[in-house]
């Protein structure tokens, strides 16, 4: 059971918008910065959005991150075929000593 | 570039350790946390722990302590994990990964950037 929680899948069709929510709590999300890994099938994750909504140079402005007291979200525009992969968001919890919690993570398919 | 090549599949039997390199190139290597996480497959992301390559300093997550132990070589700028008393369920990929940590608006920033390739541990009799 994952710390931070996020629906198990997404999808959407080519240029449509999605949105994957984050869910945590006071110790994790509300007091911490949220971040964003991509793991595009059979590869390690990447950095994709770090302090709740910036993005690493390279990663396309279709990628935005948000967040609002306990949760987050993040946000792709103008979906492609590419952005199929897994999605997990992440933060550090000052309950358990600074240690670091992700999400279950969401599988997104573009259909 | 910012690297982190780790150390090959591995195959051990229940009850025994097993220890992943992580060797890091492209910066100055005492100057970044290194980080463990692993992932079952399937599944999702597990943090492990941390080790500072400047001081030797380690925090294992509670689910870890005393089987898992962090350490490094900085003669050769690589990183090394090694986990003990090994179960099937300790079945996974193992990754490494970079910790950059800065202060931001009175936040300490922390993320992961890069992350080696993984190593793929099989535990099984």
């Known amino acids: 059971q994952s710390v931070l929680t996020q629906p198990p899948s997404a999808s959407g069709t080519p240029g449509q918008r999605v949105t994957i929510s984050c869910s945590g709590s006071?110790?994790?999300?509300?007091?911490?910065?949220v971040y964003w890994y991509q793991q595009l099938p059979g590869t390690a994750p990447k950095l994709l959005i770090y302090?709740?909504?910036q993005r690493p140079s390279g990663v396309p402005d279709r990628f935005s991150g948000s967040k609002s007291g306990t949760s987050a979200s993040l946000a792709i525009s103008g979906l492609r075929s590419e952005d199929e992969a897994d999605y997990y968001c992440?933060?550090?919890?000052?309950?358990?000593?600074?240690?670091?919690?992700f999400g279950g993570g969401t599988q997104l398919t573009v259909l | 570039q910012v690297q982190l090549v780790q150390s090959g599949a591995e195959v051990k039997k229940p009850g025994a350790s097993v220890k992943v390199s992580c060797k890091a190139s492209?910066?100055?290597?005492?100057?970044?946390?290194i980080n463990w996480v692993r992932q079952a497959t399937g599944q999702g992301l597990e943090w492990m722990g941390w080790?500072?390559?400047?001081?030797?300093?380690?925090g294992y997550a509670q689910k870890f302590q005393g089987r898992v132990t962090m350490t490094r070589n900085t003669s050769i700028s690589t990183a090394y994990m090694e986990l003990s008393s090994l179960r099937s369920e300790d079945t996974a990929v193992y990754y490494c990964?970079?910790?950059?940590?800065?202060?931001?608006?009175?936040?300490?920033?922390?993320?992961?950037?890069?992350w080696g390739q993984g190593t793929l541990v099989t535990v099984s009799s």
């Open positions: 990964a970079r910790r950059r940590i800065t202060m931001v608006r009175g936040v300490i920033d922390r993320l992961f950037d890069p």
């Open positions: 492209g910066y100055t290597f005492t100057s970044y946390d």
């Open positions: 080790m500072n390559p400047n001081s030797g300093n380690t």
């Open positions: 006071s110790s994790n999300i509300g007091s911490n910065y």
């Open positions: 302090r709740n909504n």
């Open positions: 992440a933060a550090w919890d000052d309950s358990l000593s600074g240690h670091a919690v």
